[in-house]
């Protein structure tokens, strides 16, 4: 049957919270006034009261894109700066290392840094890899990285966001209704289909329908548009992710705000504390097989030396669509993909999802060629962070029933690749579509203790002083260099002043 | 310390075998590896790549090789792009280049906004005037890239094209001159281990011996080591790649000294046309399915620009390559690990690639057969460098427009890989060309050749529309404006080659 072809007229975006306002807003910005409708269907939003979301600076350049004002966005949602992750231990044996949102680039004189690290570690440096990584030092210090002719609008380089995920919303939607895109709220939606596509969503049940040719499932987790067209992939295949409850709550702001978040590795889980600049955002992992909820209570708020309010516990449900793009539905986010949340990583598989959907956003109801390349490229990059994710649960070296289920489970071939070049030598396998570079492996990688058999023969053969000279060179400058970056509350203060004009 | 040293025996000369002599020498601790490199005066190289690819440069100097000289010693001249003729009669001769086409606008790819334009009935001229580098390539000019990264003079590179015999025989004493012994012989036999099976030894018809821990097959088609000794089957890809001979003859230049290459449909293949400062390289791939290879050697001579200085020489291969290039203590560099036609001047490249992964995955000093990984991971990434190379070749074949001609006819009709497939569809249904960062080729490649075999999209993102038409009409003549300009005063590319890399005419004569 040859599909029927029409000029696309109508994009109906369903969703809720950010996942809905960020892909609406994206679509309408790059479609211009002149292009296809736009139109949001809003349902009620699942947002936990104490949820906050980390944009990772890619998230943040496609902030830029869309024209929103990031001081605005930090004055408006409370927001603090990140430069990373530091997993750290709680009650349990832990090496902390720090997972930096940007590689800083340092170039080392003819050799590469990396393995010229392991080469002085394994003779003895005791200066961690971290300590030479220009954001994990200013992060450790209370400081952000601002580059001296950084553009004033663009913030930190190499810097994230933690952002109440409520006002995030908010602040996103009001710049949706800015650009009076027409939005109809439901409390459910139903799904009509005529032929092989969706030709209606029902609000309440009807008869108030909006009619489309083209549907985007921004729904998150619930899936209420693709979840009946497109099965679900990893759920069985990765028993070793084990997590499956995530409890959220609301701590005290911290006094002095550090560029960080921290992930506080525990026995039989972990908890993270994400500080914004109105309270701290405390999240506790855990699995239902090895805790009860209330014993979950109270792990977090050790976790989290503080008293905890808002408790609000949800399941979870890792896994990928087959397809994240059925007929002519779209999923982008959560509807598209849940992975673990060890790696706030949920923004960023809504801007990968963003940004592949308007790169290949169809102008007519026939798009096959471009559905089977948003499906490929998604299931390609989301199988990437996936497998940095196995990494993460099979190789942490963490005691306990909890860990001990991540290290049980059998690497897919691809990551079974990066792991064997990693631990033959020191070197990044590289695969298309990898979302974390190079330097994450080695972050975590080293992190966990893991040290390569052998390094590649210019490394291994160069003369070691040399080395080391180049290592303690580069260690002192970003020392001093670190010095002179603003404290991360006088910049905030600086922000808000130019946030609130 | 006193441990021993790695013994690592290249078997072969020719580009492939001092490639990776050169680079060994150059980046490996000499306390710690011993090469060898054995070859014999009595075989000849294959020495068809003659044409290159950017990517030399680097290599280059990577070996810490002064361009200037390397180009007055291998007799060079520059490469900006290789022109198709006649791949489709109905369509004009299209060149490949080195370099961009327009540029993004709005995070828009060029090729959207130009059919935008063209959809929207606006005056919109042939892609190809939107790049600097086939405007300078047409013109005959060269200089080198601008740093000024506002002026089209930066939105190009360039390759070389070059003799591979005085190639090798540069880099020979360039290896020689760092520690690299060069044994002169011929392989009898190959000793193994009785227990392993690795390889252990070479013996020579002269009676000698040459014992290795680590050894590298550049013997070419023949594959002593890889295919004949260790026996690593063969993936044939004649099926898509049908070429599998050539005639190749040089003459003296009595046409234009074009700083590209020059690829011209044929009956059964195509004929190349290489300038380099002492002679033209001209030859014909054909496949003999569909062709005699008398009748090959004859429209070769009938095409030529001058007399011929030499006999034709005959050539035969197998497009395709070995289902693994590092297999027990031996890898394949170059032609004895796989061959693709030289249409996009890949072979040096391919060499190149290997060298560069195989110098980062080479087996620690003290331990040569401890660690099968780095040798999957050696393998991994060859067959990736294969697998793109080989759907941007079959791209030329089955576009084309050669009706009733048997080869055309063929490769018109013929089943294409799902990679290749996948590409294709998207590029045809809304201009989104490949999407990889691993391998070859660019974008701005992908979208030259698909441009020039003719292949139309139906339509483009509907986000150019977004931008108001008429701004875009003006970049879109002010940028061929501003490539026409960048044009001036620049040096033909004789004049360059006399001003910086004239080889002595004497001592050229290979």
Redesign the interface.
């Given at each position: 049957m040859i599909p029927e072809r029409r000029p696309l007229a109508e994009i109906v975006v369903v969703g809720r919270d950010v996942d809905l306002w960020l892909a609406a807003l994206s679509l309408r910005r790059a479609l211009g006034p002149s292009g296809p409708r736009v139109t949001v269907v809003e349902l009620p939003s699942a947002v936990p009261a104490a949820a906050v979301t980390t944009c990772p600076p890619q998230v943040l350049a496609l902030h830029d894109k869309l024209g929103l004002s990031e001081a605005a966005l930090v004055h408006a949602t409370r927001a603090s700066y990140t430069h990373g992750q530091a997993f750290v231990g709680r009650g349990v044996d832990w090496q902390p290392f720090f997972h930096a949102w940007a590689p800083y680039e340092w170039p080392m004189d003819g050799l590469p840094f990396f393995p010229c690290w392991l080469k002085a570690r394994a003779a003895g440096l005791a200066v961690r890899l971290e300590d030479y990584c220009v954001p994990a030092v200013a992060a450790r210090l209370g400081r952000v990285v601002v580059a001296p002719r950084d553009d004033d609008a663009r913030g930190p380089s190499h810097a994230g966001l933690h952002l109440e995920t409520a006002r995030y919303a908010a602040c996103l939607k009001a710049a949706a209704r800015a650009l009076d895109i027409p939005t109809v709220d439901a409390a459910r939606v139903t799904v009509e289909r005529r032929a092989d596509a969706v030709s209606a969503v029902l609000i309440d049940g009807g008869p108030a329908r909006i009619e489309g040719q083209l549907f985007v499932d921004a729904t998150g987790a619930e899936a209420d548009l693709i979840g009946p067209l497109a099965g679900f992939d990893w759920v069985d295949a990765t028993p070793d992710l084990s997590v499956d409850r995530i409890l959220t709550a609301r701590a005290l702001r911290f006094n002095r705000l550090p560029p960080l978040s921290e992930v506080r590795i525990g026995p039989a889980g972990w908890t993270a504390v994400h500080p914004t600049q109105s309270f701290t955002g405390v999240m506790h992992a855990y699995s239902s097989a090895v805790t009860s909820d209330d014993e979950a209570a109270r792990a977090a708020a050790a976790g989290a030396d503080i008293d905890l309010e808002d408790i609000e516990v949800r399941l979870h449900r890792p896994g990928m669509r087959r397809g994240p793009w059925q007929q002519n539905c779209i999923a982008v986010g959560n509807a598209a993909c849940t992975l673990d949340p060890v790696h706030d990583v949920d923004a960023l598989v809504l801007q990968l999802g963003i940004v592949h959907m308007l790169a290949l956003l169809p102008d007519t109801t026939e798009c096959d060629a471009e559905r089977a390349e948003y499906n490929r490229i998604m299931g390609s990059s989301l199988s990437r962070l996936r497998d940095f994710q196995l990494a993460f649960y099979r190789l942490a070296p963490a005691a306990g029933a909890f860990w001990d289920a991540g290290r049980a489970s059998l690497p897919p071939p691809a990551l079974e690749s990066k792991l064997a070049a990693f631990q033959a030598r020191g070197l990044f396998a590289p695969m298309e579509d990898d979302v974390f570079p190079a330097e994450s492996w080695q972050a975590m990688l080293t992190g966990f203790g893991l040290r390569p058999a052998s390094l590649p023969p210019v490394v291994d053969g160069a003369a070691m002083d040399g080395i080391t000279k180049e290592l303690d060179r580069r260690h002192a400058a970003i020392r001093e260099a670190t010095k002179r970056m603003p404290a991360h509350e006088d910049y905030l203060k600086g922000r808000a002043s130019s946030g609130a004009r | 310390m006193a441990a021993k040293r790695l013994p690592i025996v290249i078997l072969g000369g020719g580009t492939a075998g001092w490639m990776t002599a050169a680079a060994l020498a150059v980046?490996?601790?000499a306390?710690?590896?011993a090469v060898t490199l054995l070859e014999s005066d009595e075989i000849g190289t294959v020495g068809v790549g003659e044409a290159t690819l950017p990517h030399l440069r680097a290599f280059n100097s990577w070996l810490g090789i002064d361009e200037a000289r390397f180009m007055r010693e291998t007799g060079a001249t520059f490469k900006l792009g290789i022109e198709f003729r006649h791949w489709n009669r109905a369509l004009r001769p299209y060149i490949h280049p080195f370099g961009a086409f327009g540029e993004p606008w709005s995070?828009i790819e060029f090729q959207h906004h130009w059919m935008r334009l063209k959809a929207s009935g606006r005056p919109v001229r042939p892609i190809e005037e939107y790049s600097f580098s086939v405007a300078a390539a047409r013109g005959g000019f060269f200089d080198f890239p601008s740093q000024d990264r506002r002026s089209p003079r930066s939105t190009f590179s360039y390759a070389y094209h070059l003799d591979a015999g005085l190639y090798a025989a540069f880099l020979r004493r360039f290896a020689e001159s760092r520690g690299v012994s060069r044994v002169e012989g011929k392989v009898k036999g190959v000793g193994r281990d009785g227990v392993s099976g690795r390889l252990a030894e070479l013996t020579l018809e002269s009676g000698g011996r040459i014992a290795g821990d680590l050894f590298i097959d550049c013997s070419g088609f023949r594959s002593l080591l890889l295919g004949g000794e260790l026996g690593v089957q063969w993936q044939d890809w004649s099926h898509w790649l049908p070429c599998d001979r050539a005639w190749a003859v040089p003459c003296t230049l009595a046409s234009e000294f074009t700083p590209y290459t020059r690829a011209t449909a044929a009956e059964a293949g195509w004929l190349w046309r290489i300038p380099l400062q002492h002679r033209v390289g001209n030859g014909y791939v054909y496949s003999s399915r569909f062709l005699s290879d008398e009748k090959a050697r004859e429209t070769l001579l009938s095409a030529i620009e001058s007399p011929p200085l030499a006999e034709p020489r005959p050539l035969r291969f197998r497009p395709g390559k070995r289902r693994r290039a590092w297999e027990a203590n031996c890898v394949a560099i170059g032609l004895s690990g796989g061959f693709l036609e030289p249409l996009e001047s890949t072979s040096i490249f391919l060499i190149q690639a290997g060298v560069m992964d195989l110098?980062?995955?080479?087996p620690?000093?003290g331990?040569p057969f401890?660690?099968a990984?780095?040798r999957?991971?050696f393998n991994?990434l060859y067959d990736l460098q294969y697998e793109r190379i080989r759907d941007f070749l079959m791209l030329h074949y089955f576009a084309n427009d050669r009706h009733g001609e048997a080869l055309w006819d063929y490769v018109r009709g013929m089943e294409l890989p799902e990679s290749l497939k996948?590409k294709m569809?998207?590029f045809?249904?809304?201009a989104?060309l490949p999407?990889?960062?691993?391998g070859l080729f660019s974008r701005d490649s992908w979208l030259a050749v698909l441009v020039g075999q003719g292949i139309v999209p139906d339509?483009y993102?509907?986000?150019a529309?977004?931008?108001p038409v008429d701004a875009i009409e003006q970049k879109l003549a002010q940028f061929a404006l501003d490539i026409r300009l960048g044009l001036d005063h620049m040096p033909t590319h004789g004049e360059f080659i006399d001003r910086y890399c004239r080889a002595p005419a004497a001592g050229m004569s290979a």
């Open positions: - | 980046h490996l601790p306390d710690r590896y995070g110098i980062n995955l080479l620690d000093a331990a401890g660690d990984r780095l999957d991971e991994r996948h569809q998207l045809r249904a809304r989104v999407n990889y960062q691993y339509r993102s509907p986000l529309d977004a931008l």
